[in-house]
């Protein structure tokens, strides 16, 4: 079975694109918790 190089390089790379993508997505997520959390302790606290 022969390995087709430029298109298992397109692959890897489209690979890599959708972990980035998910990786930033997942950054956002945390970001919109810890405010959550703030906003949730200075409620209870208040």
């Known amino acids: 079975m022969a ?3 430029p ?3 397109q692959k890897r790379d ?3 694109q959708q ?3 998910i990786e ?3 950054r956002g ?3 919109v ?3 959550l959390n703030s906003l ?3 409620l209870i606290s208040s």
């Open 33 to 35: 918790l810890h405010k």
């Open 24 to 26: 930033r997505k997942g």
């Open 7 to 9: 298109e298992t390089i």
């Open 40 to 42: 949730l302790l200075r």
């Open 3 to 5: 390995i087709d190089v």
């Open 19 to 21: 972990l980035d993508d």
């Open 29 to 31: 997520q945390k970001k």
């Open 14 to 16: 489209s690979l890599k």
